[in-house]
């Protein structure tokens, strides 16, 4: 199954995107299905139909669903929210606001996204293309899968081997309830699909991210950041959509310096993101709802072209061997040297780029060497480490 996320900032043109992709790819005869996981959900506004929160066929071929993003939060994590609160609450926490701890941003949209991986194993369709919520939201989710990661592995696993070892007494000497084998299994169990999830959105060859924009100044500063993070999370953009794009017709009106101001961020904008191509849109005569409008727009953008073809394939991070030596090089484009930080923890990597923190859980081959040299070359981070295996130390 190939998977498409169209993400960028707000009212750019994303559901738009999502909605045309999807009706081109049902056109051109592939089984398509299309999701919206923003809570703001607008899909069944632009395809001009009813859309539920289970799958909801639109056209032949094609099917839409709007999720529940809190009744995946509640099926996926009440549980171990339920745990983590009272928890909170046995330290002095209000329960209003330990309920509100027990869930991290960003997690609703991520378990939004468990019904890809249902879709996946069950091969139901040859494309699934996602309508995410705006930049911030989505950063936080494709990073979520990382935290959880960290969480259970530090934090579950030790916990657990403590529980198993103090439990008979522990319980006799605390308020502070402990977790069942019940939270365990479901925090495993949840995890695991996060981590397949993550799997099969970071594989280039099946799953791109496509970034929306619009010509204009802040919407590319705030896309270029949004590559960035992409790029340190491991995830692989493969074509960038400015949209709104004034046609020529509106030369010598209101707008003809809104025609020269685009004319330069259009150019200013595919030349930063090459090689990665920037497909164009129109701003059409009107808003582009309904299936017939949304052909046409994703014609107009595509052309002959499959749609849910890939664009554009590279490996924002790579391990490279050089001179007897591992080079782990994570590419991160558009940044400031002095925006990042770097840091090790054991067998955890830890790079910070301004607000955002990747912990990479090292390879074996790798947590056994030693960190020798970082360097941002390009615009890329290279990360040297040296030693013979087993010299490790750090
Ligand atoms: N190229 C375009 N021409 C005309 N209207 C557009 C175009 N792209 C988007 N729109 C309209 O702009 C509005 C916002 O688009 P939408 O796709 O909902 O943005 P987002 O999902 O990024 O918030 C919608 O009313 C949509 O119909
Ligand atoms: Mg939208």
Not at 74 to 87: D, P, V
Not at 178 to 207: K, N, T, W
Request: glycine fraction near 6%.
């Amino acid at each position: 199954m190939r998977t498409i996320l169209y993400t960028g900032k707000g009212g750019v043109g994303k559901t738009s995107l999502s909605a045309a992709t999807a009706v081109r790819c049902a056109e051109l005869g592939k089984r398509t299905v299309v999701l919206s996981t923003d809570a703001a959900h607008s899909l069944g506004d632009s395809l001009g139909a009813e859309i539920g929160t289970t799958l909801t066929p639109v056209a032949p071929n094609l099917q839409a669903i709007e999720i529940d993003v809190n009744l995946e939060l509640a099926t996926n994590w009440g549980k171990i929210q339920e745990f983590i609160t009272r928890f909170l609450q046995a330290r002095g926490f209000e329960e209003v606001m330990a309920e509100e701890f027990a869930v991290f941003p960003g997690m609703e949209e991520l378990f939004s996204l468990l019904k890809l991986k249902e879709y996946h194993e069950k091969q139901m369709f040859d494309v699934a293309i996602i309508d995410c919520a705006p930049t911030g939201s989505t950063i936080r989710m494709l990073s979520m899968p990382d935290i959880m990661r960290w969480y259970f592995e530090k934090i579950f696993n030790l916990h657990r081997r403590v529980v198993k070892a103090v439990r008979p007494i522990a319980e006799r000497m605390t308020k502070v309830p402990l977790p069942s084998d019940d939270v365990f299994f479901s925090m495993q169990h949840l995890y695991q699909r996060i981590d397949g999830l993550r799997e099969i959105l970071c594989d280039s060859a099946q799953s791109s991210i496509r970034i929306v924009l619009n010509p204009e100044k802040m919407v590319i500063q705030e896309s270029h950041r949004l590559y960035t993070y992409l790029n340190l999370f491991g995830f692989s953009v493969d074509s960038v959509y400015a949209n709104k794009v004034f046609p020529p017709q509106m030369k010598n009106s209101y707008l003809s310096d809104w025609i020269a101001v685009q004319k330069r961020h259009l150019t200013a904008c595919t030349e930063s993101f090459d090689p990665i191509p920037t497909l164009k849109a129109e701003l059409f005569e009107t808003e582009v709802v309904g299936l017939e409008r949304l052909s046409r727009f994703a014609r107009h953008i595509f052309g002959d072209r499959d749609p849910s073809a890939v664009m554009y394939q590279e490996k924002p991070i790579e391990i490279i061997k050089e001179h007897g030596n591992y080079v782990l090089l994570v590419k991160l484009p558009f940044l400031d040297e002095k925006d990042l930080g770097l840091w090790v923890k054991g067998e955890v990597l830890i790079i910070q780029v301004k607000n955002f923190k990747r912990n990479f859980f090292l390879p074996r081959a790798l947590a056994s060497r030693q960190l020798k040299e970082a360097r941002y070359v390009g615009d890329r981070l290279r990360i040297t480490f040296g030693g013979k295996d087993g010299q490790g130390k750090r």
